[in-house]
């Protein structure tokens, strides 16, 4: 089966750095997605890595290290926008995607 | 393009009714998931299709559900009979083969059952 563990929530100011860590456990691992919902919203993509190290998209970035089966999603230069939940999620066998619980991140003034 | 498109936005029903939930998916995308999302259990993978074939339905929670994709561009979710605990928002989404790491979720429905 698959597991994915997240923190389930986060807070920090505007301008801040914030690290949303992701471990994984599953048979069939392809790669580490992550994607952002807004209250009342539906999942939108952020990025995704199917190798060791960062991804660099913006003001966000992703890492993954597949030998420790962990991934993180870094949030640069917080906006009050960037107030989500945030989702890892698992590309493994023939396509399937599982989303972990989930980490919500408030930002304060 | 419209985006994966879901209808209804919002259904209410009673206890005992049949639901029917629709989905267009992006033309030309390959895959198509339906998820169901809950306080309690998150974002939850019910079943998923490839060229319109089911490739695994084993997030169906018990055989009240089933999903169906007729052709490319359409794909119904049933619930029959509705329970109060399928009360959720099920969320549709679809992707290209060569790169369904990338979703793309419709606005989903918001399901309640009195």
């Given at each position: 089966?698959?597991?994915?563990?997240?923190?389930?929530?986060?807070?920090?100011?505007?301008?801040?750095?914030?690290?949303?860590?992701?471990?994984?456990?599953?048979?069939?691992?392809?790669?580490?997605?992550?994607?952002?919902?807004?209250?009342?919203?539906?999942?939108?993509?952020?990025?995704?890595?199917?190798?060791?190290?960062?991804?660099?998209?913006?003001?966000?970035?992703?890492?993954?290290?597949?030998?420790?089966?962990?991934?993180?999603?870094?949030?640069?230069?917080?906006?009050?926008?960037?107030?989500?939940?945030?989702?890892?999620?698992?590309?493994?066998?023939?396509?399937?995607?599982?989303?972990?619980?989930?980490?919500?991140?408030?930002?304060?003034? | 393009?419209?985006?994966?498109?879901q209808?209804?936005?919002?259904?209410?029903?009673?206890?005992?009714?049949?639901?029917?939930?629709?989905c267009?998916?992006?033309?030309?995308?390959?895959?198509?998931?339906?998820?169901?999302?809950?306080?309690?259990?998150?974002?939850?993978?019910?079943?998923?299709?490839?060229?319109?074939?089911?490739?695994?339905?084993?997030?169906?929670?018990?055989?009240?559900?089933?999903?169906?994709?007729?052709?490319?561009?359409?794909?119904?979710?049933?619930?029959?009979?509705?329970?109060?605990?399928?009360?959720?928002?099920?969320?549709c989404?679809?992707?290209?083969?060569?790169?369904?790491?990338?979703?793309?979720?419709g606005?989903?429905t918001?399901?309640?059952?009195?």
């Amino acid at each position: 089966g698959q597991s994915l563990e997240q923190p389930s929530e986060v807070t920090a100011v505007e301008g801040a750095i914030v690290q949303i860590n992701c471990t994984y456990q599953t048979s069939g691992f392809y790669g580490l997605s992550w994607y952002q919902q807004h209250d009342g919203g539906a999942p939108t993509f952020l990025s995704y890595n199917a190798l060791d190290g960062l991804e660099e998209t913006g003001r966000f970035s992703s890492f993954l290290s597949r030998s420790d089966s962990y991934g993180y999603l870094l949030l640069q230069e917080l906006q009050m926008k960037d107030s989500a939940s945030y989702f890892c999620a698992v590309k493994g066998s023939w396509g399937k995607l599982q989303f972990g619980a989930g980490t919500q991140v408030v930002v304060t003034p | 393009d419209a985006g994966v498109i879901q209808s209804p936005r919002h259904e209410v029903t009673e206890m005992g009714q049949e639901v029917t939930l629709r989905c267009k998916p992006i033309s030309g995308h390959d895959y198509l998931f339906w998820y169901r999302q809950t306080m309690m259990r998150g974002l939850e993978l019910l079943i998923y299709f490839n060229n319109n074939v089911p490739i695994d339905d084993s997030g169906m929670p018990e055989d009240r559900f089933s999903a169906k994709m007729p052709n490319a561009s359409f794909s119904t979710l049933k619930i029959q009979p509705s329970e109060p605990r399928d009360s959720a928002v099920y969320f549709c989404a679809s992707s290209f083969q060569s790169t369904n790491e990338k979703l793309f979720f419709g606005s989903g429905t918001q399901l309640s059952v009195l």
